[in-house]
T-cell receptor, first 118, second 111 residues
Framework: NAGVMQNPRHLVRRRGQEARLRCSPM?????VYWYRQLPEEGLKFMVY????????ESGMPKERFSAEFPKEGPSILRIQQVVRGDSAAYFC????????????????FGEGSRLTVL | QKEVEQNSGPLSVPEGAIASLNCTYS??????FFWYRQYSGKSPELIMF????GDKEDGRFTAQLNKASQYVSLLIRDSQPSDSATYLC???????????FGAGTTVTVRA
């Protein structure tokens, strides 16, 4: 029963480098969310994707951040030219619900990718 | 005003006591409400969800929802040391698909 798989679990980058975080949703799930969690803070929504389609990226910084969920392969969150403020845990979650279904909503979270920018 | 606010912690309770966690939300059109538990360094896991006003019980956990007051709470009865974690309140937006999370309340159960 493979859950949401994220890798790498830990990533260290120097300022100015690129970080790529990958997420494979649970089997049968076609909706992926990315959340960022800073120390002592809650989860902040970043982006919601379906395969080959970005549904809502209202939580994504306008620059340096991008996300994709291709037809084949994992979802990728890409951070270009990282800065120290990007250091955080990035959680991916997936769900099987479809738009307009208020009766469901459980998100299944991966173990997170912890990015440290030196 | 934050979308979802939780009572600030940390909350320390003795083993066997009741831990009470509170959460308020700003979007009056919110439909679904969730409580997640997150152990240190781990991912959040769902422990309760509630959609209708009133109480919902699941084992030692009881969720309470009052949409008129825009308030949702979680009670943990007979608290155990294994309940020590951060509890995150999450609310589904009117659009259904996006969960907004509170900052979390850290609970410590003293043996």
């Amino acid at each position: 029963n493979a859950g949401v798989m994220q890798n790498p679990r830990h990533l260290v980058r120097r300022r100015g480098q690129e970080a790529r975080l990958r997420c494979s949703p649970m089997k049968g799930h076609s909706h992926v969310y990315w959340y960022r969690q800073l120390p002592e803070e809650g989860l902040k929504f970043m982006v919601y994707l379906q395969k080959e389609n970005i549904i809502d990226e209202s939580g994504m910084p306008k620059e340096r951040f991008s996300a994709e969920f291709p037809k084949e392969g994992p979802s990728i969150l890409r951070i270009q030219q990282v800065v120290r403020g990007d250091s955080a845990a990035y959680f991916c979650a997936s769900t099987a619900w479809t738009s307009g279904t208020a009766s469901t909503g459980e998100l299944f979270f991966g173990e997170g990718s912890r990015l440290t920018v030196l | 005003q934050k979308e979802v606010e939780q009572n600030s912690g940390p909350l320390s309770v003795p083993e066997g006591a009741i831990a009470s966690l509170n959460c308020t939300y700003s979007d009056r059109g919110s439909q679904s409400f969730f409580w997640y538990r997150q152990y240190s360094g781990k991912s959040p896991e769902l422990i309760m969800f509630i959609y209708s006003n009133g109480d919902k019980e699941d084992g030692r956990f009881t969720a309470q929802l009052n949409k008129a007051s825009q308030y949702v709470s979680l009670l943990i009865r007979d608290s155990q040391p294994s309940d020590s974690a951060t509890y995150l309140c999450a609310v589904a937006s009117s659009n259904d698909y996006k969960l907004s999370f509170g900052a979390g309340t850290t609970v410590t159960v003293r043996a």
